[in-house]
């Protein structure tokens, strides 16, 4: 298994989940619906977060000690970004097609 793959798929996982509901935001979209999106944007950051865990672990295997000390932090901090964007994008979608019905 190609592990580098897995920050490319956790990237593309995340951008997913904060795009889903920003278009979401600007389209007419029946707001029983919306909330299913809204969970998948949610699904899509775990999954997204769980590859970093998992590439982590590989590193852990392959005793890579710099390599864990180097990204560590951003890996953190990204992590955090994504999840505090993930609520607040999907705070905002269900505040704002909730408040039209």
């Known amino acids: 298994m190609e592990y580098t793959l897995l920050n490319i798929a956790s990237f593309i996982l995340g951008i997913i989940s904060w795009v889903l509901p920003l278009i979401l935001i600007f389209k007419n979209i029946n707001y029983k ?9 949610l699904i899509l950051t775990i999954i997204s977060i769980y590859f970093q865990f998992i590439y982590t672990n590989y590193l852990v295997k392959i005793e890579d000690w710099s ?13 955090t970004v994504l999840i ?4 607040i994008l999907n705070f905002i979608l269900l505040k704002i097609k909730y408040k039209k019905n």
Do not use: H, P, R
Request: glycine share 4%; aromatic share 16%; net charge negative.
């Open 33 to 41: 619906k919306v909330s299913i999106f809204s969970i998948l944007s």
């Open 67 to 79: 390599a864990i000390e180097d990204t560590n932090d951003t890996v953190l901090f990204f992590c």
């Open 84 to 87: 505090l964007g993930t609520f």
